[in-house]
C-alpha cells in the first residue's frame, strides 16, 4: 500500500513538473537576473501563510472539541495545494478532503462539517480582507473593474451564508435541524439514483 501511494505521490510530483514547466523556466530565468532577495522574501512569505493557515484550521476544529495539532495540519495544507492545483471544483473537493481527514481522526460528522466550515470562514474572511484593500485602492486610482466586484461581492456572500449556518444553530437549532433534514432527503433522492445513501443520521448528526 505504501509503495502504490508513493508512486501516486510520484507521478503527481512529474505531472506538477510538467505542468508548470513553463513557470519554472521563468524562475531560472528570474535566478539569472540576480533578484535572489525578492525570491526568498516571497518564499518566506508563501511559506509563513501556510502556517497560519494551519493555525487557523488548528483553532476552527478546537473550536468543535477536537485538536487536530498545528503539525498534522501543515502537511494538510500542503496536502489541499496538490488537490487545488489538479482537481476540479478545488474548493468543493479541499473542503471534502478536510472533512474526511478529520473523520479519520475521531471526529463525527458534525464536528468534521463544522469545523470544515469554520476552517473555510477564516480562509475566505481573509481574503475578503485583501479584496477590499483592493477595491479601495482601484476606487482611489478610478480604475473600478466590474469582474473584480463582482467576485468580491459573491465571496461576501459565500461568507455570510456559511456564518449564519452558525448563527442560525445558536439563535434557532430547529430551524437548522429542518435545514439539514430536508437536506438529507435531498441528497438521498440525487444518490439514490446510484443506488447509495447517506448514512443514517446524517442531517441530525451534522446539524
Given at each position: 500500500?505504501?509503495?502504490?501511494?508513493?508512486?501516486?505521490?510520484?507521478?503527481?510530483?512529474?505531472?506538477?513538473?510538467?505542468?508548470?514547466?513553463?513557470?519554472?523556466?521563468n524562475?531560472?530565468?528570474?535566478l539569472?537576473?540576480?533578484?535572489?532577495?525578492?525570491l526568498?522574501?516571497?518564499?518566506?512569505?508563501?511559506?509563513?501563510?501556510?502556517?497560519?493557515?494551519?493555525?487557523?484550521?488548528?483553532?476552527?476544529?478546537?473550536?468543535?472539541?477536537?485538536?487536530?495539532?498545528?503539525?498534522?495540519?501543515?502537511?494538510?495544507?500542503?496536502?489541499?495545494?496538490?488537490?487545488?492545483?489538479?482537481?476540479?471544483?478545488?474548493?468543493?473537493?479541499?473542503?471534502?478532503?478536510?472533512?474526511?481527514?478529520?473523520?479519520?481522526?475521531?471526529?463525527?460528522?458534525?464536528?468534521?462539517?463544522?469545523?470544515?466550515?469554520?476552517?473555510?470562514?477564516?480562509?475566505?474572511?481573509?481574503?475578503?480582507?485583501?479584496?477590499a484593500?483592493?477595491?479601495?485602492?482601484?476606487?482611489?486610482?478610478?480604475?473600478?473593474?466590474?469582474?473584480?466586484?463582482?467576485?468580491?461581492?459573491?465571496?461576501?456572500?459565500?461568507?455570510?451564508?456559511?456564518?449564519?449556518?452558525?448563527?442560525?444553530?445558536y439563535?434557532?437549532?430547529?430551524?437548522?435541524?429542518?435545514?439539514?433534514?430536508?437536506?438529507e432527503?435531498?441528497?438521498?433522492?440525487?444518490?439514490?439514483?446510484?443506488?447509495?445513501?447517506?448514512?443514517?443520521?446524517?442531517?441530525?448528526?451534522?446539524?
Open positions: 500500500m505504501k509503495k502504490a501511494l508513493l508512486l501516486i505521490l510520484g507521478i503527481v510530483a512529474v505531472c506538477f513538473l510538467i505542468g508548470n514547466a513553463d513557470y519554472l523556466a524562475f531560472i530565468d528570474t539569472k537576473t540576480g533578484a535572489l532577495v525578492p526568498v522574501l516571497s518564499i518566506i512569505l508563501m511559506l509563513g501563510r501556510h502556517f497560519v493557515q494551519a493555525a487557523s484550521y488548528d483553532a476552527a476544529f478546537d473550536a468543535v472539541g477536537h485538536a487536530t495539532g498545528f503539525w498534522h495540519n501543515v502537511i494538510l495544507i500542503f496536502s489541499l495545494v496538490f488537490i487545488n492545483t489538479f482537481c476540479l471544483f478545488s474548493g468543493a473537493t479541499g473542503v471534502a478532503f478536510i472533512i474526511d481527514d478529520a473523520h479519520r481522526e475521531g471526529c463525527d460528522a458534525g464536528q468534521s462539517t463544522g469545523g470544515a466550515i469554520l476552517s473555510q470562514i477564516g480562509y475566505f474572511a481573509a481574503i475578503f480582507v485583501i479584496s484593500i483592493g477595491f479601495f485602492t482601484m476606487l482611489v486610482a478610478g480604475q473600478v473593474n466590474f469582474l473584480f466586484v463582482t467576485g468580491a461581492v459573491v465571496l461576501a456572500g459565500t461568507l455570510v451564508a456559511l456564518s449564519s449556518l452558525f448563527f442560525i444553530g439563535r434557532k437549532p430547529r430551524v437548522l435541524y429542518r435545514f439539514f433534514l430536508g437536506l432527503r435531498a441528497l438521498n433522492r440525487v444518490i439514490g439514483l446510484f443506488k447509495k445513501a447517506l448514512p443514517a443520521g446524517w442531517g441530525r448528526k451534522t446539524a
